[in-house]
Nanobody, 118 residues
């Protein structure tokens, strides 16, 4: 059974750092692109970062230079390193797995809360 389990969220002060992890199981991890989304109350879910099956990355403009996505295929895990956190980064962060151009192959985790507040 496919599972994506996020961890690492919590409360952090502005300017601080967190590293989120997403542990994947039940599918061939190395073949999938992985991404992080986030959703704040009353707002649409937005794409934060993507890493492809071959390691190419892309980021939302709002997090460029502050966040870094990475993956460890041996551990079936994707990470999101978040630095210089701002209150506007507060959201539930979701892990996502997908195969581009393959219909129906998309998976979601349950999310982990990140709160940035002083």
């Amino acid at each position: 059974q496919v599972q994506l389990v996020e961890s690492g969220g919590g409360l952090v002060q502005p300017g601080g750092s967190l590293r989120l992890s997403c542990a994947a199981s039940g599918f061939t991890f190395r073949l999938y692109a992985m991404s992080w989304y986030r959703q704040a109350p009353g707002k649409e879910r937005e794409l934060v970062a993507v890493i492809t099956s071959v390691g190419s990355t892309n980021y939302a403009d709002s997090v460029k230079g502050r966040f870094a996505i990475s993956r460890d295929n041996a551990k079936n895990t994707v990470y999101l390193q978040m630095n210089s956190l701002k209150p506007e980064d507060t959201a539930v962060y979701y892990c996502n797995a997908f195969r581009p151009l393959v219909v129906g192959t998309i998976y979601w985790g349950q999310g982990t809360q990140v709160t940035v507040s002083s």
